[in-house]
């Protein structure tokens, strides 16, 4: 029989969390501008990063960042795993007097019901994160466990996946009704919405955390896709508040009186990917991979191609778990980057296909991806470029699929999110080899035996402070041996709002969109 | 008369038809929806299960029958990305889209009209110097550009008009203009012309041999005959603004129908392609009817004649 075996972690409250009400009363009305949209109010229905926007407004996880990155406990007041290695049983305790936006109090069912809701593939699309569950348990009102079949580092690494879903109350009106009023815990209730306009909300007088609540009472976001009339409506004082100012723009806006910027770094990381799994191709050999990652003057490309709007990292970013600051990226060198090159047997180089995302998915990708195809020309990577759309892109990218076309040369891509979260499920797909049926490397072009084993061990991993170590010897073996792609940049957003405003930005929920403490200046 | 109504519904009918199987069929061949819907790292059974939830597995022609039945009774599916009924989606979107079309075809009207006709009546003048050089203007300048320059002269620096949304009068105009921008353009060269050949007819003549007063000859008697080129444009004009607003729409964050549909076909979401691309055929064939019908308002003898 199994020995079990207590493993208390993680179970830090965030210091002044409960703090007595310092808020004032939100009064006022403040309109902002976002350039994207979500599409579901549901957070048991999302399906993409930009569903964040909203949802992260109404919703709150059991665990989230905090200010300043570091993971804090959020509606869990503790957790904890048990028997992390064999076994593991999550056991959380929920903070007590959190009401949802109708009066209900929060309690275990209501997440008993958001775990269902998950799980089921019919609501979700991301079911198969629950796929190592094997029960939820509710010990009472505010305990609960979650037992797994095997260890699940991924539950650990996406904030304990579960949002707050009022159970009594969906019950109650029904998928559409919940739909058409959406009810969370979150610092803003829902008031209405127009498709392809604006989502109304107003502050939640009820809100548990009085210390980090907004000021304002009301808050529409407009959504206003095209940059130009963005900025025109900033400008304009139409609103006050905008996200993605256009790059070419920034420096403006930093010197217009009475407005604030701030430079963040999103939610997406970008790199070049080929098909190192292939023994007939040339980027199989690690010295024509070290030569891509030396051929191109990535700090040059984010200068003149993003107008400085970008940050280079090495694997894991700033912010991230597992950030190894005396990681760096490989240093531009042309004469090493041949080097390399003829010493691998090509010392005329070659010719491949290059494929380049066309679609604006982050601000001037396409401009990004023909310059790295330009850098590599010079030192004999001959590209035969192709630009692809969003969708054809994807398809391109993602393994497993039956039919043409192949992806057989070098690839512009992206492993979206898990910031400031840890790169446990976008290595798993990517850097580890694709194994069909099993989910592992459903768009990886690498095959290394010890990568898979190395990446496998952080799935299994759930105590914390391991996971940070083996997050910083995996990434070294990744940068070194240039495997899963070579890292390039992470794009950079600028927000910009009006100094009448009080705004502190949290990151994530809504990578950085989220308005936890927003209000006007009396 | 309504042989002729019945037999124009028919052919609308057909066309609607028509249109669906098309729109179905080709949005199909842009690729699978699955792999925009699921992440990336979801894993091949996850995504075969979604396909077959959605019916995806199906034989394409057997995927249009349950697609044509549940349409008949009103239901379009759920959109795939927005994951509410197609149709509620496209009908909350339409009619802003409607609004911007009737808007932007008054605009292009009301400056066609006036600049087409005094053209003709001033032939080789400078006001027909003016007409003609407004015309090729307006075609040389896309409406998307034009909205853009609208944008930074109106609301940046004068701050007159709102740069974006939906609302009253206000945030109409500079939407309208810049949709209607490019039909003044055709428009104007249409009724020139018309007005060109109306004027050299007999009766107009004969008007002026009796004493008519030009003012009279032109507008009421020469340019209803000239109008009919014009009208028949109309429709063809309204159905190309509402598919093609889909730029001003982003432009000007006008939350329409172009804007959905257009998004929709990039997100491969079929169920509101296909609701928008129906309803717009619809419309369409709509337009196009009531164009065929005012025929013999404006001219009798195409009334006698039908």
């Not at chain 1, 009023?181 to 604006?198: H, I, M």
């Not at chain 1, 976008?426 to 194994?435: A, R």
Request: neutral net charge.
């Amino acid at each position: 029989m199994l020995r079990m075996r207590a493993h208390a972690l993680a179970a830090v409250t965030l210091a002044g969390m409960t703090a007595p009400a310092l808020a004032q009363d939100a009064k006022g009305s403040l309109t902002v501008a976002f350039a994207a949209e979500g599409t579901v109010l549901d957070p048991a229905k999302y399906s993409a990063g930009v569903d964040h926007y909203f949802i992260g407004q109404m919703y709150e996880q059991l665990v989230r960042p905090g200010l300043n990155l570091e993971p804090t406990n959020w509606l869990a007041e503790s957790w904890k795993v048990t028997d992390p290695e064999t076994k593991p049983v999550l056991e959380v305790a929920l903070r007590k007097g959190v009401t949802f936006h109708n009066g209900d109090p929060l309690t275990s069912e209501d997440f008993e019901f958001a775990y269902q809701r998950l799980r089921d593939p019919k609501v979700s699309r991301w079911s198969h994160l629950q796929a190592n569950v094997e029960r939820f348990e509710i010990v009472d009102d505010h305990t609960f466990r979650i037992h797994f079949k095997e260890p699940d580092g991924d539950y650990i690494a996406q904030w304990l996946q579960l949002w707050a879903v009022p159970k009594k109350y969906f019950e109650r009106v029904g998928e559409e009704g919940f739909t058409k009023a959406p009810v969370g815990t979150g610092p803003w209730k829902y008031v209405s919405r127009s498709v392809k306009e604006e989502l109304k909300l107003e502050a939640y007088d009820g809100y548990w955390n009085k210390q980090h609540r907004p000021k304002v009472k009301n808050l529409t976001i407009k959504i206003i896709p095209e940059d130009l009339t963005r900025v025109a409506a900033f400008k304009t004082g139409a609103v006050d508040w905008i996200d993605g100012v256009p790059p070419s723009m920034v420096e403006e806006f930093k010197t217009l009186p009475g407005v604030k910027t701030l430079s963040v770094v999103s939610g997406n990381n970008l790199y070049i990917d080929f098909p190192s799994y292939k023994p007939d191709s040339p980027f199989n050999k690690v010295k024509v991979r070290q030569a891509v990652a030396h051929a191109v003057d990535m700090d040059a490309i984010i200068k003149t191609v993003l107008f400085g709007q970008g940050e280079r990292y090495a694997e894991v970013g700033k912010g991230a778990t597992g950030y190894d600051p005396d990681l760096k990226p490989y240093p531009y060198d042309v004469r090493k980057a041949r080097e390399l090159l003829r010493e691998a047997g090509y010392p005329s180089g070659f010719e491949t296909p290059c494929y380049n995302l066309t679609t604006p998915r982050e601000p001037n990708v396409k401009e990004m991806g023909e310059a790295v195809f330009a850098y590599l020309g010079a030192v004999g990577i001959r590209c035969r470029v192709q630009g692809l759309e969003y969708g054809a892109w994807i398809n391109l990218g993602r393994r497993g699929r039956s039919g043409p076309p192949e992806m057989d040369g070098v690839l512009s891509w992206m492993w979206s999110q898990n910031l400031p979260g840890d790169p446990a499920t976008p290595w798993g797909g990517h850097l580890h080899s694709f194994v069909a049926g099993k989910g592992w490397g459903s768009y990886s072009y690498t095959a290394d035996e010890k990568a898979d084993a190395m990446v496998e061990q952080l799935k299994s991993t759930m105590v914390p402070e391991k996971r940070v170590a083996l997050i910083k010897e995996i990434a070294r073996y990744k940068r070194d041996n240039v495997l899963g792609g070579w890292t390039t940049y992470r794009p950079v957003i600028t927000l910009a709002w009006r100094d009448k405003v009080e705004f502190t930005p949290w990151a994530y929920p809504g990578y950085w969109r989220g308005f936890q403490e927003i209000g006007l200046k009396q | 008369m309504v042989g002729f109504v019945g037999k124009r519904v028919l052919h609308g009918l057909v066309s609607i038809v028509g249109a669906s199987i098309l729109i179905f069929v080709i949005s199909r061949l842009s690729g699978d929806p699955i792999v925009l819907m699921l992440p990336v790292e979801a894993p091949p059974h996850v995504i075969e299960a979604m396909r077959r939830n959605l019916g995806l597995d199906l034989p394409l022609w057997r995927q249009y029958l349950i697609f044509a039945g549940h349409a008949l009774t009103g239901d379009f599916g759920m959109s795939y990305r927005w994951q509410t009924p197609a149709l509620d989606l496209v009908l909350d979107r339409l009619p802003a889209t409607i609004e911007l079309a009737v808007a932007g075809l008054v605009f292009s009207v009301c400056l066609a009209v006036p600049l087409g006709v005094l053209s003709a009546v001033h032939r080789g003048s400078w006001i027909d110097t003016v007409g003609k050089g407004f015309a090729m203007l307006g075609q040389a300048m896309p409406g998307f550009w034009v909205g853009l320059l609208l944008i930074l002269v109106f609301s940046i620096r004068l701050n007159w008009l709102p740069a974006f949304g939906h609302g009253g009068i206000s945030h109409l105009i500079m939407p309208a203009i810049a949709l209607g921008w490019y039909p003044v353009a055709a428009q104007t060269r249409i009724v020139r012309s018309a007005m060109l050949d109306v004027l050299e007819s007999d009766y107009i003549r004969m008007g002026r041999a009796l004493g008519a007063p030009e003012r009279v000859l032109v507008w009421k008697y020469a340019f209803r005959n000239a109008a009919v080129p014009l009208v028949t444009m109309l429709g063809v004009y309204f159905a190309s603004m509402l598919g093609g607003a889909f730029v001003i729409e982003v432009i000007f964050a006008w939350p329409g129908l172009g804007r959905t549909v257009v998004e929709a076909v990039f997100s491969r979401d079929f169920p509101v392609v296909q609701a928008g691309v129906l309803f717009t055929s619809i419309l369409f064939v709509t337009c196009n009817l009531l164009v065929d019908l005012s025929y013999g308002l404006i001219d009798p003898r195409i009334r006698r004649d039908g």
